[in-house]
């Protein structure tokens, strides 16, 4: 399911509102429910599901795989698991993962195996130009195979490994080849161990705890994971909490906006995702969590935000796993705040959706914001807020929904007159982003 491609005009600074809002649902935990519940036995149960075109994505796939799953209502889905190493399709059926890097990586991880699946697959144009080589590198040590050999980006054909035995594997910063892993272990044979020295993301893991003891977690300098392969899993029941990294971008847009006050209502708040608010509680942002409460072994809260005066940034590199979606739009606050902001150890966000870092500093240059990236530091000469009512942006088509939302914050907090094109990339994770801009009382216009 796609939407019409449109171009976002903007041309007004947003006024001083006060407000409750919902924020989208969060879209790494509905993707996993998803491709979780696929491998279960039987029935599981996901509710209040992000309906975004990754999310639809993940059913596609998953559908084309021989996995039956009913919408009951809005957001609330069966998936009818038919346990691990069940999934089936015809050779070379094609699988299309849209923009969804996180789809890819863990529907890949599944895949690998689960034995006798010859498959194509690809993704949209953003998602074909990154470099997957690391992902490809991890499913062959399974014995999947990969075609051509020695490609690493999309579209690609894989071939499911017939006896998959478990591997060791020392994890980075990224919670998605974690994933793949975790998953890839489940049906292979013996046991998958994975080391992690920076803990990152870890929906996955609380999605399969006290899952028939398939996964053990140990906790000591390096946190180790177990999966015990084979082990049959018993359905989930999932209940979908608000995504904080959607949710960031109306914190910093309540922070900067004077005399505001925002309440967000329902947002995960689990220890991993939360790096950008800790980060800007470090410089003084009026940020407080209400009304904690576990749900899914995930903790959720409400999250109140007030405008106020914040420091310049200084981000070391612990910040970058439990906050890599929130930097585009910590870039747009270091580039409002007064003073000389650093982030540091954020290379890796070069291979995301497009070069993060080069195209949000294209896009400050156009304010006249400088920054300088060297040796994997960016700093941002942040001007403070400015009134940019005669200065002109234009945000290319670059299919990344955070520079995409990154930008219409930055627009109407300077006034600058905004043209983002292809702004439908959103929906891939937050199709109601502008619902709620239009609630707090932001103007845009809308063009083909």
Same mark, same amino acid.
């Given at each position: 399911?796609?939407?019409?491609?449109?171009?976002?005009?903007?041309?007004?600074?947003?006024?001083?509102?006060?407000?409750?809002?919902?924020?989208?649902?969060?879209?790494?935990?509905?993707i996993?429910?998803?491709?979780?519940?696929?491998?279960?036995?039987?029935?599981?149960?996901?509710?209040?599901?992000?309906?975004?075109?990754?999310v639809?994505?993940?059913?596609?796939?998953?559908?084309?795989?021989?996995?039956?799953?009913?919408?009951?209502?809005?957001?609330?889905?069966?998936?009818?698991?038919?346990?691990?190493?069940?999934?089936?399709?015809?050779?070379n059926?094609?699988?299309?993962?849209?923009?969804?890097?996180?789809?890819?990586?863990?529907?890949?991880?599944?895949?690998?195996?689960?034995?006798?699946?010859?498959?194509?697959?690809?993704?949209?144009?953003?998602?074909?130009?990154?470099?997957?080589?690391?992902?490809?590198?991890?499913?062959?040590?399974?014995?999947?195979?990969?075609?051509?050999?020695?490609?690493?980006?999309?579209p690609?054909?894989?071939?499911?490994?017939q006896?998959?035995?478990?591997?060791?594997?020392?994890?980075?910063?990224?919670a998605?080849?974690?994933?793949?892993?975790?998953?890839?272990?489940?049906?292979?044979?013996?046991?998958?161990?994975?080391?992690?020295r920076?803990?990152?993301?870890?929906?996955?893991?609380?999605?399969?705890?006290?899952?028939?003891?398939?996964?053990?977690?140990?906790n000591?300098?390096?946190?180790?994971i177990?999966?015990?392969?084979?082990r049959?899993?018993?359905?989930?029941?999932?209940?979908?909490?608000?995504?904080?990294?959607?949710?960031?971008?109306?914190? *910093? +847009?309540?922070?900067?906006?004077?005399?505001? @006050?925002i309440?967000?209502?329902?947002?995960?708040?689990? =220890? #991993? &995702? $939360?790096?950008?608010?800790?980060?800007?509680k470090?410089?003084?942002?009026?940020?407080?969590?209400v009304?904690?409460?576990?749900?899914?072994?995930?903790?959720?809260?409400?999250?109140?935000?007030?405008?106020?005066?914040?420091k310049?940034?200084?981000?070391?590199?612990?910040?970058?796993?439990?906050?890599?979606?929130?930097?585009?739009?910590?870039?747009?606050?270091? *580039? +409002?705040?007064?003073?000389?902001?650093?982030? @540091?150890?954020?290379?890796?966000?070069?291979?995301?959706? =497009? #070069? &993060? $870092?080069?195209?949000?500093?294209?896009?400050?240059k156009?304010?006249?914001?400088?920054?300088?990236?060297?040796?994997?530091?960016?700093?941002?000469?942040?001007?403070?807020?400015?009134?940019a009512?005669?200065?002109?942006i234009?945000?290319?088509?670059?299919?990344?929904?955070?520079i995409?939302?990154?930008?219409?914050?930055?627009?109407?907090?300077?006034?600058?007159?905004?043209?983002?094109?292809?702004?439908?990339?959103?929906?891939?994770s937050s199709?109601?982003?502008?619902?709620?801009?239009?609630?707090?009382?932001?103007?845009?216009?809308?063009?083909?």
């Open positions: 399911m796609s939407s019409k491609s449109f171009n976002l005009v903007l041309k007004n600074k947003v006024s001083p509102y006060t407000k409750i809002i919902e924020i989208d649902s969060d879209k790494s935990i509905s996993r429910s998803f491709l979780i519940g696929s491998i279960c036995n039987s029935k599981s149960i996901s509710k209040n599901v992000l309906e975004s075109e990754d639809y994505s993940t059913i596609s796939c998953l559908k084309k795989l021989g996995v039956k799953i009913v919408k009951l209502k809005a957001k609330t889905y069966s998936i009818y698991g038919k346990g691990l190493g069940s999934f089936y399709a015809k050779k059926t094609k699988l299309n993962f849209g923009n969804s890097g996180t789809l890819a990586r863990l529907i890949l991880g599944i895949i690998s195996t689960s034995p006798g699946l010859e498959l194509k697959v690809k993704g949209d144009k953003s998602l074909n130009k990154r470099n997957m080589k690391n992902l490809i590198e991890l499913l062959s040590e399974f014995g999947a195979t990969f075609i051509p050999l020695n490609k690493y980006k999309f690609l054909k894989i071939i499911s490994s006896m998959p035995v478990g591997v060791k594997y020392n994890a980075g910063v990224s998605q080849l974690k994933s793949a892993v975790i998953l890839a272990g489940l049906n292979s044979y013996g046991h998958t161990k994975i080391q992690e920076f803990k990152s993301r870890d929906h996955t893991e609380r999605m399969l705890f006290n899952n028939n003891q398939a996964i053990k977690i140990k000591n300098k390096k946190r180790l177990k999966v015990s392969g084979k049959s899993l018993n359905p989930i029941n999932i209940n979908v909490p608000g995504d904080p990294s959607s949710a960031a971008f109306f914190v *910093a +847009l309540t922070l900067l906006n004077k005399k505001s @006050k309440k967000i209502r329902n947002v995960c708040i689990n =220890s #991993n &995702r $939360i790096g950008f608010y800790n980060l800007l470090e410089q003084g942002a009026k940020i407080r969590f009304n904690k409460k576990k749900i899914c072994n995930e903790l959720r809260s409400d999250i109140i935000v007030e405008s106020c005066k914040v310049p940034i200084k981000a070391s590199k612990k910040f970058y796993t439990n906050a890599t979606d929130e930097y585009p739009i910590l870039f747009v606050i270091a *580039a +409002l705040v007064k003073g000389t902001s650093i982030f @540091k150890g954020i290379s890796d966000l070069a291979n995301k959706e =497009s #070069n &993060r $870092i080069k195209e949000m500093q294209n896009i400050l156009q304010l006249g914001v400088n920054s300088i990236f060297k040796k994997d530091c960016l700093k941002i000469y942040g001007k403070g807020l400015l009134d009512k005669n200065k002109n234009t945000v290319p088509s670059l299919g990344d929904h955070r995409c939302m990154s930008s219409f914050v930055l627009s109407v907090l300077t006034g600058a007159k905004t043209i983002i094109k292809n702004f439908d990339t959103v929906n891939t199709p109601s982003f502008l619902k709620i801009m239009k609630s707090l009382g932001v103007k845009f216009e809308k063009r083909k």
